[in-house]
């Protein structure tokens, strides 16, 4: 049988857990019923290291990408767009809008995966962004990462809802379990000889990471314990003032970005989750893996689902840092809940391992490679539609 060329475009690799999962799935395909390819614009990134050795991918640029670069990238697009069998615009933005206007014109079925909950994120991205994703509704599947996130997708636009569809984000549990074992680096070491919080992420507004600072100065009046902050991002000089100025500085450690941040989760007394929102939450199912207790703040979308409303995990109200320094400090004095938690931890992960999640990308490509599109006069008048709200 001939197997499948299936087209992944992305605008680079830097970022988090949307990036990671791309080069996941990717990666997990079954190489005899699927080729697959990675179309990405700019080299850079922290998740190139992350690429498997046989992956085919091509980089359009050797540096960041430049607005002037816009017509080179839809040309490059569209002549990849014209050997592949299925498109995935595999993250939100540029990439993806191109990858949509060269699927229309080629007549390539079209997934567009959506990884955030864009009632909430719309609020921090362009006013060109939003108005791209009037184009979604074109695609052939539209790939949300949580219930929550395509509900909110769908609330969004509601005409796209008959394309959408969830596909849980997962990992490779086995992998994450092998490198958890692997020892800290010698100079943290001291770091965890206390109880010891860890949060894992970029360093953003949306993380929540100035909430957790307040909840951690709360849990600091009962429980000698650290907290620890895994990323980088453009928030990292705010969010060491504000530690400075809640008078925990020499309890809360920035570690910066992590290769392996799998090693210091097996090591957390507890992991912590302060996101503002989230699309699904996958560094809470990477820290569960891991064997962490989790304590999270139940954000749009996402960190519910994972933890099964609380059964899994304790869930607190977003943005309350009196919540969840109570939440912390039960799990922190109460060595029975901390055992409980943990265990429940490696019993939910299982749900999220990719080989599952994998069967379900593969029953999609599969659906979508005998569609035929139809041909159109023309190219969809996104802009005279006023269905974005």
């Known amino acids: ?10 605008p680079n690799l830097a970022g988090g857990g949307a990036e990671r999962m791309v080069l996941t799935v990717a990666a997990s395909l079954d190489r005899q019923r699927f080729r697959t390819r990675l179309f990405v614009h700019e080299q850079w990134g922290q998740h190139l290291a992350s690429l498997a050795p046989d992956q085919d991918i091509h980089f359009e640029h050797d540096r960041p990408y430049r607005r002037s670069d816009l017509v080179r990238s839809f040309l490059a697009t569209f002549r990849e767009v014209g050997n592949a069998d299925v498109v995935v615009g595999a993250m939100e933005g ?5 990858a949509l206007l060269a699927g229309l014109l080629r007549r390539r079925p079209i997934v567009v995966w959506v990884h955030a909950d864009w009632l909430q994120f719309s609020r921090y991205v362009s006013w060109r962004q939003r108005l791209a994703l009037r184009l979604y509704r074109f695609a052939d599947r539209i790939v949300c990462c949580s219930v929550g996130a395509q509900e909110a997708f769908a609330t969004m636009l509601p005409k796209a809802r008959s394309s959408l569809v969830t596909i849980h ?9 092998r490198l958890s ?6 100079e943290h070491e ?6 010891t919080i860890v949060a894992v992420g970029r360093l953003d507004v949306q993380k929540g990471y100035d909430i957790l600072i307040r909840a951690h100065a709360r849990l600091r009046q009962h429980v000698d314990c650290n907290l ?17 100025e809640h008078a925990v500085a020499d309890s809360v450690h920035f570690l910066g970005f992590q290769k392996n941040p799998f090693r210091y989760m097996r090591r957390a007394s507890v992991y912590a989750m302060s996101s503002r929102f989230e699309g699904f939450a996958l560094v809470l199912v990477e820290a569960m893996t891991c064997g962490a207790p989790v304590v999270s703040v139940a954000c749009p979308s996402g960190p519910s689902e994972v933890l099964d409303d609380g059964k899994y995990g304790l869930l607190v109200e977003t943005e309350n840092p009196d919540a969840i320094a109570l939440a912390l400090k039960q799990v922190l004095t109460d060595a029975d809940m901390r055992e409980r938690l943990s265990a429940l931890s490696l019993e939910r992960c299982a749900a999220f391992d990719i080989s599952a999640l994998t069967r379900e990308w593969t029953v999609l490509f599969d659906g979508l490679a005998t569609t035929s ?3 159109r006069r023309r190219l969809p008048r996104v802009l005279e539609e006023p269905d974005l709200q």
């Open 169 to 177: 984000n997962g990992i490779d549990v086995e992998r994450v379990r």
């Open 228 to 244: 620890v902050i895994i990323g980088d991002g453009p928030e990292g000089d705010a969010l060491r003032l504000y530690a400075k």
């Open 190 to 195: 001291a770091i965890f000889e206390k109880q």
């Open 373 to 375: 599109r139809k041909p």
């Open 94 to 98: 540029r990439a993806t809008f191109l």
């Open 181 to 186: 074992v692997e020892q800290i680096a010698p």
């Open 1 to 10: 049988m001939k197997s499948l060329r299936i087209l992944f475009c992305l």
